[in-house]
């Protein structure tokens, strides 16, 4: 979440701080406080107004192209969310069949990744990818704490290998939790982990290796299998036995549907947990995640708490603990409604646009096409490096037009690169995708007369995606 700070109201000039009555006082006449709670209430329509009226200034959730997560779904889906939007999922005990779904849902998921037949795999909903991460993260440090205690060796130096073009999440997990992040960068023609570099990375205090199921920045699949066996090469050489966590947040609901033969998943052996987003491809509300791990000896249960305050033993693994249940039984839904053929339906008319979008940019000559079509249902794009203006200029007039497209820098070692992002969900038809490409060269020719208007380009912040 944002981090907000509080506003010095003293400072500011009367009209900006309260909220002004409107539609000829027909709701209300007082202004009200902005920063501050009020000492009186509102009329019920008067404050749904004021806050409604407010977020009209929003983008139009349609024409995102820059978000990964869901903004559409089925009525009969509102409706079920709705319904269930006062139940608390944590409370096992009051709302025993919500918790009995999320069971079929990590049930559904681990058979959908390949968990092996005789395994006890166990999973978790969470509230996104971000909060997985940090789970499968921890289970890597403390199973590898463990053994190092076990052998009698420090614990104080532990590390994690991963490729550049990581979410900030990860970045996050390896600061709040110490543990040091050494990152595979990139190079000008590769966007994605090198396994035989990632394994020279590799020591005796390295927790995990992380390989990414559809990168946010070129929407790749990186080499799962391939980066396995580079550490079983390691194993064989040193001893050193390291786990693999796949981040397959965007990934995990496109592969089993579109490529279901590419091994990414628990038919790797060396995969020990996988997280994935329902709120991304798996066409659900945010905010919900999965974590899922091959079997119990690898979520170490020292990290299972077990409460009974609510009524009965209630097992968690978690960062977070009251949540809504209505995302989980959305993703359920979809479950029933969808289907394996749905689901793959789906993925692949997302794919077919995608790569239908890529081929007319590069047909139209503007644009280098930096994304692959046997990956993520998404187009990222570069400009001529001849040119004068760069993707910043493109993405801010294509705001005019209530596109919003992101720009943004690859990961180091490729920062110098400039590029557009498309992401293909359901909302976004081929029609659409026309009128897009027609916006993005009418962007270009008016900065071809005109040049940059973006003077203030701000580089440290990458856009990483949302989980």
Not at 181 to 188: A, D, G, I, L
Not at 316 to 327: A, H, I, P
Not at 439 to 451: E, K, T, W
Request: proline share 6%; with cysteine; hydrophobic share 40%.
């Amino acid at each position: 979440m944002p981090l907000s700070r509080k506003v010095d109201v003293e400072a500011l000039p009367g009209n900006a701080r309260t909220l002004t009555g409107s539609y000829g006082a027909r709701y209300r006449d007082q202004a009200v406080p902005r920063y501050e709670l009020p000492d009186e209430g509102i009329p019920a329509r008067a404050a749904y107004q004021a806050v409604s009226d407010e977020l009209a200034l929003d983008g139009n959730p349609m024409l995102n192209l820059a978000t990964f997560v869901t903004t559409w779904m089925e009525p009969e889906a509102d409706q079920l969310m709705a319904d269930t939007v006062n139940k608390n999922s944590i409370d096992q005990d009051e709302y025993p069949q919500t918790v009995e779904i999320e069971n079929r849902c990590v049930n559904i998921l681990a058979r959908l990744f390949h968990a092996p037949a005789g395994a006890e795999s166990v999973g978790t909903a969470t509230v996104g990818s971000s909060e997985a991460i940090h789970l499968a993260g921890l289970a890597l440090k403390w199973r590898w704490r463990k053994a190092r205690d076990a052998a009698g060796e420090p614990t104080s130096t532990p590390n994690l290998v991963m490729s550049s073009s990581v979410q900030v999440c990860w970045e996050k997990f390896a600061r709040y939790f110490d543990v040091e992040p050494r990152f595979v960068t990139n190079t000008h023609d590769r966007y994605v982990i090198d396994p035989d570099e990632a394994a020279s990375k590799v020591d005796e205090n390295t927790i995990g290796v992380v390989g990414i199921l559809g990168s946010t920045y070129t929407g790749e699949f990186e080499p799962i299998a391939e980066l396995a066996a580079a550490l079983d090469g390691v194993q064989e050489r040193t001893g050193l036995d390291v786990p693999i966590h796949v981040d397959a947040a965007s990934g995990g609901f496109v592969a089993p549907f579109t490529q279901p033969d590419l091994a990414w998943d628990f038919r790797v052996e060396r995969v020990a947990s996988i997280n994935t987003s329902g709120h991304k491809f798996g066409l659900v509300y945010p905010g919900i995640g999965w974590g899922v791990w091959r079997d119990p000896s690898v979520l170490p249960e020292e990290l299972v708490f077990h409460t009974n305050y609510l009524g009965g033993d209630e097992p968690t693994f978690d960062l977070n603990f009251s949540r809504g249940g209505g995302q989980i039984v959305a993703q359920y839904y979809n479950f029933l409604r969808l289907g394996r053929a749905g689901y793959t339906a789906v993925m692949q008319r997302l794919l077919e646009t995608s790569n239908d979008l890529a081929d007319a940019a590069r047909a139209r000559g503007r644009l280098e096409v930096l994304s692959k079509p046997d990956a993520l249902p998404l187009v990222c794009v570069r400009l001529p490096p001849d040119v004068s203006y760069d993707a910043f200029d493109v993405s801010h007039l294509l705001r005019e037009r209530g596109w919003i497209v992101p720009a943004y820098t690859l990961a180091p070692n490729a920062d110098d690169i400039t590029v557009l992002r498309v992401v293909v969900r359901e909302s976004l038809t081929r029609d659409l995708a026309d009128l897009l490409l027609d916006d993005v060269h009418r962007a270009a020719q008016r900065l071809d007369s005109i040049g940059p208007v973006v003077p203030d380009r701000t580089r440290s912040g990458h856009t990483h995606g949302v989980c």
